[in-house]
């Protein structure tokens, strides 16, 4: 299986600043509207770029067809079109997909059919603005880049190499 057709879309510097910080969140959908997928056999998904404030539709990838059982091959293209993914929204999800996500630091979330893609992404704003649940604590930071004053505390405490 391969992709197919992929979008991704052109950002200026104030954008790509903003995406230095946002988290990159996927959603299986067919009509970039509503995720209406099963993660497996998924023909399309949105990438978004989302932050505590703003979201930002970073690129859509879309898929041949392929039936959600029998084909293991098919998951190592999605997976890999997702790398750098914190979270990918769907509707269903095979224990394999789900165990190959984790591996790869992806949270895998189950959403009932129709879920609108702008209502999720103002659920996660709402959650990272009250406190974060696990998952996307860590995703957090895992994405913040590492503070430059972590050595300050060492060299107070007499670290010597």
């Given at each position: 299986m391969s992709l197919k057709r992929r979008l991704a879309l052109v950002h200026g510097p104030e954008e790509i600043k903003f995406?230095?910080?946002?988290?990159?969140?996927?959603?299986?959908?067919?009509?970039?509207?509503?995720?209406?997928?099963?993660?497996?056999?998924?023909?399309?998904f949105a990438l978004y770029a989302v932050d505590p404030d703003h979201s930002q539709l970073l690129e859509a990838a879309q898929f041949g067809e392929l039936s959600q059982d029998g084909n293991e091959d098919k998951l190592s293209v999605k997976i890999e079109l997702l790398?750098?993914?914190?979270?990918?929204?769907?509707?269903?999800?095979?224990?394999?997909?789900?165990?190959?996500?984790?591996?790869k630091n992806i949270q895998p979330v189950k959403v009932h059919?129709?879920?609108?893609?702008?209502?999720?992404?103002?659920?996660?704003?709402?959650?990272?603005?009250?406190?974060?649940?696990?998952?996307?604590?860590?995703?957090?930071?895992?994405?913040?880049?590492?503070?430059?004053?972590r050595f300050n505390q060492m060299e107070e405490d007499g670290w010597d190499e």
């Amino acid at each position: 299986m391969s992709l197919k057709r992929r979008l991704a879309l052109v950002h200026g510097p104030e954008e790509i600043k903003f995406m230095d910080t946002a988290l990159k969140i996927a959603f299986a959908t067919t009509d970039m509207d509503s995720v209406n997928q099963h993660f497996g056999s998924a023909k399309s998904f949105a990438l978004y770029a989302v932050d505590p404030d703003h979201s930002q539709l970073l690129e859509a990838a879309q898929f041949g067809e392929l039936s959600q059982d029998g084909n293991e091959d098919k998951l190592s293209v999605k997976i890999e079109l997702l790398n750098g993914c914190a979270a990918v929204y769907c509707q269903a999800i095979g224990g394999s997909a789900i165990n190959q996500l984790i591996a790869k630091n992806i949270q895998p979330v189950k959403v009932h059919e129709g879920s609108k893609i702008k209502d999720l992404i103002v659920d996660l704003q709402n959650e990272m603005k009250a406190g974060p649940s696990s998952w996307l604590a860590k995703a957090i930071n895992q994405h913040k880049a590492p503070d430059p004053s972590r050595f300050n505390q060492m060299e107070e405490d007499g670290w010597d190499e």
